[in-house]
């Protein structure tokens, strides 16, 4: 029978002082086992100690809205007067085609204000009686505005005068060098001569907040109703020649390096921007939470614990991960360069000099590893000049719910494609729910008389009516491309048919023909939104616009819409 033998570590001695100084009892036998390890066949491999780099940038000048192969023309870009996101998003807050009354009254109050504050110019009630009254809308103009943005307007008119109507007068004045013409119009024509020139002041003041209240884009846009997305291109010219980024698919609201590629073809006429910087400085250790600690008895930040990292054989994200922060961590250095933003870099020279006093010029990666390297943090897609791209755009930002919303949905049952209205921005200037509005104005229509339950006829219907908030997408053939157009429904009312279904948000491009490409609609959808976007840029400016985004949607839909149904009278009518 076999023995057992079992060994425990005891100690009479109840001081630890012993365990905790770690003595080495025998040196000689530890370094022999060091030298049959191999430990001692090192080379001299000094640490960093000084670094110099030649640094050539060239700035950001030319921006282009829209395809890269359009027709749109380039303009100038100060990167340092506007972030690229609030360029390329900016739309017009004012439709020419809709009035919009609380911007209108807002504004004219205002100017109220400050005339009342520095007792000048007309009164109240002079303004109120002159043609910059904010008029009523008219019946048509009625028929499309919701009951509380009515009743919100019906509220206003005959209480204030129309601020964008007087803006538009004397911004056209102010472009033909004739604002004293202002003063030919009621009421300012009974302002006396002494106090027309402070008026003016007064005036020039209120027309700059007016338009300094939002960034408001200018046309060519950079949105593509096609899209539904943004796309744009910069240059910049480097040492070689003018390189041209492009953002083709812009739609998140979120512009970084990554989103950019390097495009080939005509430039955009940049102008030189380009500066050299040699910067030296001192490499400093990488360093992060729960990093390894080089010392013996250091206690660790146990906050972060690599231990507990779940990572299969397959997960080799986790694994380098893991083995660079235990292993690699303490032989990377950081060297801190200030670039600025809106810029294209190429580095010329990296010379490191180690504590040994050598010095040594630090390649490219790519002419390390060959053109196939594997390293491509920070790299443009078709970029040869091995260039470094900081964009001009924005950090963290403020956004308002959604004043429209879009959804783009496919109903199998009725084999056609949705766009559904959800929110519209609605007269008043708020966002307009059309499920809510829809079912109001069903409620506030008189029931049709229906037949006795025990003898209801059955009802024959060419077609069940849908939702005015749902336009349809129809397919059409554009040339070789299969795309889908905004249709159109009749809108059933008391006595037949009352009108058209037409959109009444921004999105659906209610006054031009849209044909979204089909592959804008898939299967899971997708959501088309509008909100205000507020951020401050580099130089302490704020500013405030509105912008648009398109995320997947939520799957497929159903309008409910049937053709060639015989349904029960009552059913009908409920």
């Known amino acids: 029978m076999a023995s057992r033998i079992r ?25 022999g086992r060091q030298w049959q390890f191999g430990e001692f066949n090192g080379a001299d491999a000094g640490s960093p100690a000084a670094a110099q780099v030649i640094v050539d940038t060239a700035a ?33 807050v004012v439709d020419g085609s809709r009035p919009n009354w609380r911007l209108a009254a807002e ?22 009686g002159s043609a910059y009254a904010l008029a009523a809308p008219t019946t048509e103009q009625a028929k499309q505005i919701d009951a509380a943005s009515l009743s919100f307007i019906r509220v206003l008119t ?10 538009s007068r004397v911004r056209s004045l102010q472009a033909a060098n004739q604002l004293n013409d202002v003063f030919l119009d ?5 302002v006396p001569d002494v106090d027309r020139a402070k008026l003016l002041g007064i005036i020039t003041t209120w027309l700059t907040w007016v338009e300094s209240l939002f960034q408001q884009g200018s046309a060519p846009s950079a949105w593509i109703p096609e899209r539904m997305e943004y796309a744009l291109s910069v240059s910049a010219r480097t040492a070689s ?32 921007s380009r500066t050299t910087l040699t910067e030296a400085f001192l490499p400093a250790p990488v360093s992060f939470r729960g990093m390894p600690s080089a010392r013996l008895w250091e206690f660790e930040d146990g906050a972060v614990n690599f231990a507990s990292v779940q990572a299969a054989p397959q997960d080799l994200a986790r694994l380098l991960l893991v083995k660079f922060a235990l292993e690699y961590s303490n032989d990377w250095f950081l060297l801190p360069l200030d670039l600025a ?16 006093g050598e010095r040594f010029l630090i390649p490219h990666a790519s002419e390390v590893d060959g053109p196939a390297s594997p390293w491509r943090m920070f790299s443009l897609t078709n970029d040869t000049q091995k260039l470094f791209f900081l964009p001009p755009v924005l950090g963290p930002m403020l956004e308002s719910q959604p004043i429209e919303d879009l959804s783009l949905l496919r109903d199998e049952m009725a084999n056609v494609a949705w766009a559904v209205e959800r929110v519209v921005e609605s007269a008043a200037g708020r966002p307009l ?14 029931p049709s008389p229906t037949a006795d339950a025990d003898g209801a006829p059955l009802v024959y219907r060419l077609g069940t009516t849908v939702p005015d908030y749902w336009i349809p997408l129809l397919p059409v053939k554009d040339g070789t491309t299969l795309r889908l157009k905004r249709g159109v429904l009749p809108a059933f009312g008391e006595g037949g048919i009352q009108g058209l279904q037409l959109p009444k948000g921004r999105l659906l491009e209610p006054n031009r023909e849209l044909l979204l490409y089909e592959e804008e609609v898939p299967r899971e959808g997708a959501r088309v939104t509008r909100s205000y976007q507020y951020a401050r840029w580099i130089d302490g400016t704020t500013h405030l616009w509105i912008g648009r985004r398109k995320d997947p949607g939520r799957g497929e839909g159903s309008s409910g819409l049937e053709f060639d149904v015989a349904e029960n009278r009552e059913e009908g009518n409920s």
Do not use: C, K
Request: glycine share 8%; net charge negative.
């Open 7 to 31: 060994l425990d570590l005891s100690t009479q001695n109840p001081d630890l002082q012993d365990g905790l100084q770690a003595r080495i009892h025998d040196p000689l036998w530890m370094l």
């Open 341 to 356: 933003v809106g810029t294209l870099s190429q580095i010329r020279a990296l010379v490191v000099t180690n504590t040994f």
């Open 241 to 272: 020649s003018e390189v041209v980024l492009t953002a083709p698919e812009y739609l998140d609201g979120r512009l970084d390096w990554f989103s950019f590629t390097t495009s080939s073809g005509n430039g955009l006429g940049t102008t030189e």
């Open 60 to 92: 950001v000048t030319r921006y282009q809205p829209g395809p890269r192969a359009g027709t749109l023309p380039a303009r100038p870009y100060a990167t340092n007067n506007l972030a690229l996101e609030t360029l390329v998003e900016a739309e017009s």
């Open 186 to 190: 009621a009421p300012l024509n009974q």
């Open 107 to 128: 504004s004219g109050r205002h100017l109220l204000r400050l005339l009342e504050t520095a007792r000048l110019g007309p009164s109240r009630a002079q303004w109120l």
């Open 158 to 167: 005959g209480r204030t005068f129309d601020g964008l109507r007087f803006a």
């Open 433 to 446: 729910d059309r499920h809510e509005a829809y079912h109001e104005t069903l409620a506030e229509q008189p």
